[in-house]
């Protein structure tokens, strides 16, 4: 199985961007058939299945650009839909797998299901870390570990963990794997890494959570640290902020919105996370850290909420990247386009014809009688300061006084926003 190569903590980026083509107007069935009808192939018993590659076609995200996750990253979850292991996807397996995608601990359970090969019900330790260690490179990590023992007991009283023990057990993967890899590469034990050594622990922990700024930026963490080299409390603390960036994102809000600037310092933000935590949930050491990647343009530690977003939204870039990939993008489709442009310019063309004829008759006819429209309103709303007196004797009389009082445009005053709302209406 080789697309079980991708770690579970990658699970959960995954699934978030699988989620987004289930949503949508309609309802959950003729959604979830009509995608399995588009990409499933007819078998010689006439039943309609999806392989690996056209289950991936069919739960890759439309407009995904693939910038955190590859493309075949996402065939992981095509063992989970899979039930029977035979290598195929039928309509009652996708609406199985459909209906976990949309159960509030999907994550927990794809996992769980990865790891459960046997469809026991249970994960055992050697399964466990056989199925871990199917990573390609990436940092060692020592199964034999006092904090596995605590999960699955010692080497010769080992235990298999159901779903909720084993839901647990991934929660704290990572957290581990940061302090073994931080040991790792302590080799003289001083308590220091160097920043670079930081830069690998991150990424293969955490990468799928960070924007670009984070990532092309993890060497500067230095800058706020002890001669430039890094501790665990160093490490510690960046991973706290990254494991509650939701959090990070709520605090921030509420306080740029609670400032008159809308920007907010160290201890603006330590105030509104104690107004929305019934806790201390960060130290000072987080703070400064979260505060360095926000405020890496800025000297005056006086952030807005876009300062954050290069930290918060993972999907951040740099405005010139995002530029380069639409612009790739919409060359691509221009030359796909380019392709069919015969057909579909000929019928735009009758179209737009057809409508600009049928706009310029009916603003003609609007404006023609529009003065009469306006003399039969203000006839009808026609006010006076002497009680029992008209301002108006007729249509006659009321488009003089128009026009004595407002010229001759006065007529057509109101015409330009009603020709906008007829314009829309011939439009949709």
């Not at 299945?49 to 996402?74: C, N, W």
């Not at 839909?81 to 159960?103: C, H, I, P, T, Y």
Request: a neutral charge; one cysteine or more; proline letters at 3%.
């Amino acid at each position: 199985m080789a697309t079980s190569t991708s770690s579970p903590s990658a699970t959960s980026a995954i699934l978030s961007s699988v989620k987004a083509p289930f949503r949508g107007d309609q309802s959950p069935q003729s959604r979830s058939k009509e995608r399995f009808e588009r990409y499933a192939q007819k078998l010689a018993d006439g039943d309609y299945v999806l392989t690996e590659t056209s289950f991936v076609d069919a739960i890759t995200p439309d407009g995904e650009d693939y910038h955190k996750i590859k493309r075949e990253q996402y065939a992981i979850l095509f063992y989970v839909a899979d039930r029977r292991r035979r290598g195929s996807v039928n309509f009652q397996d996708w609406m199985a797998f459909e209906n976990l995608l949309a159960k509030p601990d999907a994550e927990y359970d794809i996992a769980f299901r990865l790891f459960d090969t046997e469809g026991s019900g249970s994960v055992n330790y050697d399964t466990f870390q056989k199925v871990f260690s199917q990573r390609d490179g990436g940092l060692p990590f020592n199964w034999n570990c006092d904090w596995a023992t605590l999960y699955v007991g010692a080497s010769k009283s080992r235990h298999a963990l159901d779903y909720t023990q084993f839901t647990q057990m991934l929660r704290g993967l990572t957290g581990e794997r940061v302090r073994q890899a931080f040991h790792y590469f302590d080799k003289n034990r001083d308590g220091f890494i160097q920043p670079d050594e930081f830069q690998k622990i991150v990424v293969e922990t955490a990468k799928h959570k960070l924007s670009d700024h984070m990532l092309d930026n993890l060497h500067t963490i230095g800058n706020i640290t002890r001669g430039q080299k890094i501790t665990y409390s160093d490490v510690r603390a960046f991973q706290n902020i990254v494991r509650e960036m939701d959090m990070v994102g709520v605090i921030v809000k509420n306080a740029t919105a609670r400032s008159k600037e809308g920007r907010i310092t160290k201890e603006e933000f330590m105030e509104e996370a104690a107004r929305v935590t019934s806790f201390s949930l960060f130290t000072p050491h987080e703070v400064n850290i979260l505060f360095h990647f926000a405020g890496l343009d800025s000297s005056s530690g006086n952030l807005s909420y876009a300062d954050f977003q290069r930290v918060l939204d993972p999907s951040w870039r740099e405005p010139y990247r995002v530029a380069e990939d639409v612009a790739v993008r919409a060359a691509e489709l221009a030359k796909l386009a380019a392709t069919k442009t015969t057909d579909y310019l000929a019928e735009f063309l009758l179209s737009a014809y057809h409508f600009g004829l049928g706009a310029v008759a009916g603003a003609f006819g609007a404006t023609i009688v529009y003065p009469i429209d306006l003399v039969k309103t203000r006839m009808q709303n026609q006010r006076s300061s002497v009680v029992g007196q008209l301002m108006y004797l007729n249509s006659i009389d009321c488009a003089k006084k128009v026009i004595r009082n407002e010229g001759p445009l006065g007529l057509y005053r109101g015409l330009v926003p009603q020709l906008v709302v007829y314009l829309r209406a011939v439009y949709e």
